[in-house]
């Protein structure tokens, strides 16, 4: 895999820029890390899983863009195409396509196969721990949110609303994550970073 992974990274250098710090190519690099990781300990095919977590997002549609549930199929054929124009084996083209389809939240596929279940979980992980808050954080920066609900920063008293408030998407989505996700190695390590998070909102709430 060494060779086609460095074909792989030279192109997603091009595709991910500083522009959008929660999907530069950092993050790339860290889910094929933990993609990796997941694939070791569950016994899937790099072949497939490798691929598809370095062009998972192959395709950049922005969060509050109306194509945002079509995203991962944009990336899905985009890297097939990709694939093909630098001769990687046609064999696994059908897996990788449907593992970069199935890991996004907003096109709510079913995962099928171990390694889309590997490159959903890798993703995901992504999002939670202490690399999930700074990216939590850059994201509203683009977005311009707030922080936090100066009435009820915690949602103790109201349904949380991450369209206006930046706290409140732990609480609406990425607390919730670690319960998606699919491998037993992926759901260990998710459950380890939601208590990183957690903590600091603790944190967080003794400086208020």
């Known amino acids: 895999m060494n060779k086609w992974e460095t074909i792989f990274e030279n192109k997603i250098a091009k595709i991910a820029t500083a522009d959008d710090p929660a999907h530069d190519l950092l993050h790339f690099q860290r889910v094929v890390k933990t993609a990796k990781k997941i ?70 596929i079913e995962t099928k196969t171990k390694e889309a279940m590997i490159v959903q979980d890798a993703d995901r992980i992504d999002g939670l721990g202490a690399i999930g808050i700074a990216r939590c954080f850059g994201t509203a920066g683009i977005l311009k949110r707030s922080f936090y609900s100066a009435l009820d920063p915690f949602c103790e008293l109201r349904t949380p609303d991450d369209q206006t408030f930046t706290i409140d998407h732990f609480y609406q989505k990425l607390f919730k994550t670690a319960e998606t996700l699919k491998t037993n190695a992926g759901r260990e390590e998710g459950l380890r970073r939601v208590e990183v998070m957690k903590r600091y909102l603790e944190s967080f709430k003794a400086e208020l």
């Open 39 to 108: 694939c070791k300990i569950e016994a899937g095919n790099f072949e497939v899983g490798v691929a598809a977590a370095w062009l998972h997002d192959f395709v950049r549609v922005p969060k509050d863009d109306p194509r945002r549930s079509r995203a991962s199929k944009l990336s899905a054929d985009a890297a097939i195409g990709f694939l093909e124009s630098i001769g990687y084996p046609d064999e696994h083209f059908a897996e990788i396509a449907h593992a970069i389809e199935a890991h996004s939240f907003s096109a709510n």
